[in-house]
Nanobody, 119 residues
């Protein structure tokens, strides 16, 4: 089973930047389409961005122009560069492959990394 370890979250002021990392174990990382998701307590986990195996990227509308997803297949890692952060970007950020497993399958997700943006 693939293990995912997210890191890089922090408390930051609005307008600031963070870079999240997600290291994946297991084989065939380079052919997997990988994505970042975020969740606020009481809300469903929502999709943020995807980087495909060919490095094409897509974003949810609210982060376009501010976030950049990328990958380094040599170290099985996907990144999320977050600029011009807003309070509404606050949440726990997770990565996973596409299509993702149900959020209830906690064993199929990492522990997430907390991003808090203060106004």
């Amino acid at each position: 089973q693939v293990q995912l370890v997210e890191s890089g979250g922090n408390l930051v002021q609005a307008g600031g930047s963070l870079r999240l990392s997600c290291r994946a174990s297991g084989r065939f990382f380079s052919i997997k389409n990988m994505a970042w998701f975020r969740q606020v307590p009481g809300n469903k986990r929502e999709w943020v961005a995807t980087v495909y195996s060919g490095e094409y990227t897509t974003y949810t509308d609210s982060v376009k122009g501010r976030f950049t997803i990328s990958r380094d297949n040599a170290v099985n890692t996907v990144y999320l560069q977050m600029n011009s952060l807003r309070p509404e970007d606050t949440g726990t950020y997770y990565c996973n492959s596409i299509p993702p497993p149900p959020a209830e399958e906690s064993g199929s997700w990492g522990q997430g990394t907390q991003v808090t943006v203060s106004s």
